[in-house]
């Protein structure tokens, strides 16, 4: 750095400056090399986590599925349903109704949504334990569906819903 004027108090000012300058470069290479050692531990340990989850649950759900499918097998073969598990959601826009939920344990799938016109689709009903699914919301001008019966042994029904026109309260379950 140049001295603005070349007398003592200008020389030294500027060299006092220089100086400063030298530090502040040598402190903020120091920090930047820092962060980056620092950003690379942390993406170290974030994929070394997301490995050992990826590896650690996907057997456990696998062999859950499978059991579970061994389980369901036959009731879904003889009935339609499965022994353990929740029914499926109604496909949005549609009306279409909840799948039923297991026959021992499992929720009743919600009722799918209606388009302008059609009614909202019925929750699914729940087996000995769980809750029925809720009843689909109705397109304009459509009725909500009913809400899913709840288990036999425990378990609310599902809640019916409103179409989009119409007021007052929708179906409730029957269970």
Same mark, same amino acid.
């Given at each position: 750095?140049?001295?603005?004027?070349?007398?003592?108090?200008?020389?030294?000012?500027?060299?006092?400056?220089?100086?400063?300058?030298?530090?502040?470069?040598?402190?903020?290479?120091?920090?930047?090399?820092?962060?980056?050692?620092?950003?690379?531990?942390?993406?170290?340990?974030?994929?070394?986590?997301?490995?050992?989850?990826?590896?650690?649950?996907?057997?456990?759900?696998?062999?859950?599925?499978?059991?579970?499918?061994?389980?369901?097998?036959?009731?879904?073969?003889?009935?339609?349903?499965?022994?353990?598990?929740?029914?499926?959601?109604?496909?949005?826009?549609?009306?279409?109704?909840?799948?039923?939920?297991?026959? +021992? *344990?499992?929720?009743? $799938?919600?009722? /799918?949504? @209606?388009?302008? !016109?059609? %009614? #909202? =689709? &019925?929750?699914?009903?729940?087996? +000995? *334990?769980?809750?029925? $699914?809720?009843? /689909?919301? @109705?397109?304009? !001008?459509? %009725? #909500? =569906? &009913?809400?899913?019966?709840?288990? +036999? *042994?425990?378990?609310? $029904?599902?809640? /019916?819903?409103?179409?989009?026109?119409?007021? #007052?309260?929708?179906?409730?379950?029957?269970?």
């Amino acid at each position: 750095m140049a001295a603005a004027a070349h007398d003592e108090v200008s020389l030294a000012l500027s060299e006092l400056f220089a100086a400063h300058g030298r530090q502040y470069q040598t402190v903020s290479e120091q920090a930047s090399l820092f962060h980056q050692q620092f950003v690379q531990a942390l993406r170290g340990s974030a994929e070394a986590f997301a490995t050992a989850e990826t590896l650690n649950a996907s057997p456990l759900q696998t062999v859950e599925q499978q059991l579970l499918g061994l389980v369901n097998a036959p009731t879904n073969a003889i009935f339609g349903r499965p022994l353990i598990g929740n029914g499926a959601d109604g496909a949005p826009g549609t009306g279409q109704a909840g799948g039923a939920g297991g026959i +021992l *344990f499992g929720n009743g $799938g919600n009722g /799918g949504s @209606g388009a302008a !016109g059609v %009614n #909202g =689709g &019925a929750g699914g009903s729940a087996g +000995l *334990f769980g809750h029925g $699914g809720n009843g /689909g919301a @109705g397109g304009v !001008g459509a %009725n #909500g =569906g &009913a809400g899913g019966s709840g288990g +036999l *042994f425990y378990g609310n $029904g599902g809640l /019916g819903d409103i179409g989009r026109v119409n007021l #007052g309260l929708g179906n409730v379950g029957d269970g």
